[in-house]
């Protein structure tokens, strides 16, 4: 198993109610996915963690959020944004600040729900959506199970039919149990359910039933495709994300021959449908095609600029076949987007280091040392050697 499916098993298995969740993925689809101008300006106060936390690690400010999201939804907020800006790369802080949209003004949440014309299209809940397509370009198939908060806190009691009852197990992390509610649930109308497939795939993929979910995905975009070719209705369902999420389930099934098939399917749908770009570079470079390679992490690169993420896996891979001045060039643009990310620092003395440049590789690898959560101690032990030969290395000759 590569070094690529093994992270992504990872990224996928960390790892939505909603009312009209086709709607949803339509509005989000349709925009950019960037925040407002005025969304982008505002930056809430960093908050004290716990004793004993670690102040440089997602997982501590996230952790804290999801501890007092119901009681502290505006602190909760801001956790979570502290997170997503220590590790741009993960979909969770994402997603969860959507959460925390919501129980900030819950009679706004109910009109989302009844799909009100003037709440969907306004600019604070198209930059709300956009933050779950944000989340879904990370991993399409990031645990949801905080969004039954905003529910259970509007008035009446929870209805008893099959998909409110696997939405609730779900949420208690009986992932199995929620699987065969919502497998019941689409058997009794398949097409009716068709979204209710994805919501199933949620639960299968913490139970590593990854072709289940696969199948799953696959029923749903074929149903899909077959409304779109009918031309049943004027809203295009847009297959780009499916397509994405099968060809994640393949890499992790270790069929990287089909992974790459449904990410050229994902393009073949939206040209600039960047994550697919990604995953094509990533396999590219499994198989030693480094032209391919960069090609393809360019492009990504260039149809996200305001993504620190793709800039830094754009730069890790430029790094990796020697193109050491490039990768500086990406780099330094990931971390000017996001100078809390350690890991593009690491990368960046990696790549100047390889440029020459012993005196930028020290600052870099010393911003790494002092940004690095306590527990990446591979990372950590990796900076200290190329601190060592930097310091070192010019003595020797």
Partial sequence: MTAHVTALRGRIALAVARLGLAVLFAAVLAGDGRASPAQARTEPPRPSLPRGADPNDWHAYFDYGASILRTKPGQANAAFYWSSRLDPSRAEPLFARRVAFWLLDLGRFERYLREEPRILESAPVRWADSLYLRALHRNPFVPQTLAIIPYDELPGEW??????LAFIAYARLD??????????????????????????????????????????????GNTLRARTEAITSPVYESQEMIEYGIGMLQLVLGNQAAGREHFERALQ???????????????????????????????????APG???????????????GRYAEAVVRLEQAIQLEPLYSDAHLALAQALAGAGDSTGALHSVDEYLRLAPRRVTDGIATARRLREALTVGPSQH
């Fill in 175 to 220: 992932y199995a149990h929620a699987a065969e509610l919502w497998g019941r649930q689409i058997r009794k109308d398949p097409e009716r359910y068709a979204w209710t497939r994805y919501l199933r795939v949620l639960a299968l993929v913490p139970l590593d039933r990854f072709d289940s979910a696969s199948a799953e995905m696959t029923a749903l």
């Fill in 159 to 164: 209805a008893g039919d099959l998909g409110t």
């Fill in 269 to 303: 749908e939206n040209l600039a449908f960047f994550p697919a770009h990604e995953q094509l570079g990533q396999l590219a470079l499994d198989r030693r095609d480094s032209a391919r390679a960069v090609a393809e992490y360019v492009q990504a690169a260039e149809l």
């Fill in 307 to 321: 993504e620190p993420w793709i800039q830094f896996a754009t730069g890790t891979a430029l790094l990796q076949v």
